[in-house]
């Protein structure tokens, strides 16, 4: 492994840095940004397996978190957005959405869709206490799941 790598995991480990990055970045990542939070994770376990559940709830917690403002970000949004037609596509979808309702974000741990899918919710005005409850569910099972392949606790091939 090159050496910067090194050096990089060594600082995310730090104990007065290691969980804040993973919150930070967790958060960050949750957000509409292209940003993925499961190296961090990753490293921070590699490095302190002893961090393991502390680091997947710290996770958990900062990707939810970032979740709610996508949420109320797409709750402020609504009133601009009806101002546009929308196409029969998008209709179809946000129609999906809403009979889904808040159990839909229980699928905001998924890559490109899983962010702008809380931003939705908000925008349709799904109530906000469970999609946070099943947004964490979603987030919770997604960091457990990669971090424990990831380490070699569970093998799925």
Same mark, same amino acid.
């Given at each position: 492994?090159?050496?910067?790598?090194?050096?990089?995991?060594?600082?995310?480990?730090?104990?007065?840095?290691?969980?804040?990055?993973?919150?930070?970045?967790?958060?960050?990542?949750?957000?509409?940004?292209?940003?993925?939070?499961?190296? #961090?994770?990753?490293? +921070?376990?590699? &490095?302190? %397996?002893?961090?393991?559940?502390? *680091?997947? @709830?710290? $996770?958990?917690?900062?990707?939810?978190?970032?979740?709610?403002?996508?949420?109320?970000?797409?709750?402020?949004?609504?009133?601009?957005?009806?101002?546009?037609?929308?196409?029969?596509?998008?209709?179809? #979808?946000?129609?999906? +959405?809403?009979? &889904?309702? %808040?159990?839909?974000?229980?699928? *905001?741990? @998924?890559? $490109?869709?899983?962010?702008?899918?809380?931003?939705?919710?908000?925008?349709?005005?799904?109530?906000?206490?469970?999609?946070?409850?099943?947004?964490?569910?979603?987030?919770?099972?997604?960091?457990?799941?990669?971090?424990?392949? +990831?380490?070699? &606790?569970?093998?799925?091939?």
């Amino acid at each position: 492994m090159p050496s910067w790598i090194d050096q990089l995991l060594t600082l995310l480990a730090l104990p007065q840095f290691g969980l804040s990055t993973v919150f930070v970045v967790s958060f960050i990542s949750a957000t509409l940004l292209p940003l993925g939070s499961e190296p #961090v994770v990753f490293g +921070l376990v590699q &490095l302190n %397996p002893e961090l393991f559940w502390p *680091a997947i @709830l710290v $996770a958990t917690a900062g990707n939810t978190l970032g979740g709610a403002v996508d949420w109320w970000m797409g709750y402020a949004a609504h009133r601009v957005a009806d101002k546009y037609n929308h196409s029969r596509h998008h209709v179809r #979808v946000l129609d999906w +959405l809403q009979k &889904l309702g %808040p159990k839909a974000c229980l699928l *905001a741990w @998924l890559p $490109a869709v899983g962010d702008p899918l809380c931003a939705v919710a908000g925008w349709l005005k799904l109530p906000f206490w469970p999609c946070l409850l099943y947004m964490a569910l979603g987030k919770f099972l997604r960091y457990l799941t990669m971090t424990a392949a +990831l380490t070699g &606790l569970v093998r799925f091939w």
